[in-house]
């Protein structure tokens, strides 16, 4: 199983992104994806995730600027970011799991594939 992340970049505060992860060889029919990111000098931290239910979770700060989605045709998660803030300045991961309950979606270490991450700076 590989996730490819692709999409981040510099912008403004205010400004948008739209976050992908391409995910290769997932062969279940279920699972939980999340996005995680990672400041300099923070822990990382969920910030979205979904199941194949469409069940959805977000973190706090991020709930209303955030929305994660998953094209199953496409085989490929989304995180679309609004109103962007200085402190969204990350390297954002998306995880995958195919037994993760949703409850559990920001606990990172139980997530079994990750991506390689992708870099977004918000600048004010």
């Known amino acids: 199983v590989q996730l490819q992340e692709s999409g981040g970049g510099s912008v403004q505060s205010g400004g948008s992104l739209r976050l992908s992860c391409v995910v290769s060889?997932?062969?279940?029919?279920?699972?939980?994806m999340g996005w995680f990111r990672q400041a300099p000098g923070k822990e990382r931290e969920g910030v979205a995730a979904?199941?194949?239910?469409?069940?959805?979770k977000y973190l706090d700060s991020v709930n209303g600027r955030f929305a994660i989605s998953h094209d199953k045709a496409k085989n490929t998660l989304y995180l679309q970011m609004i109103a962007l803030k200085p402190e969204d300045t990350a390297t954002y991961y998306c995880a995958a799991d195919p037994v993760l309950p949703i409850d559990y979606g920001f606990h990172s270490d139980e997530y079994k594939y990750w991506g390689q991450g992708t870099q977004v700076t918000v600048s004010s």
């Open positions: 979904i199941d194949s239910d469409g069940s959805t």
């Open positions: 060889g997932y062969t279940y029919s279920g699972y939980c």
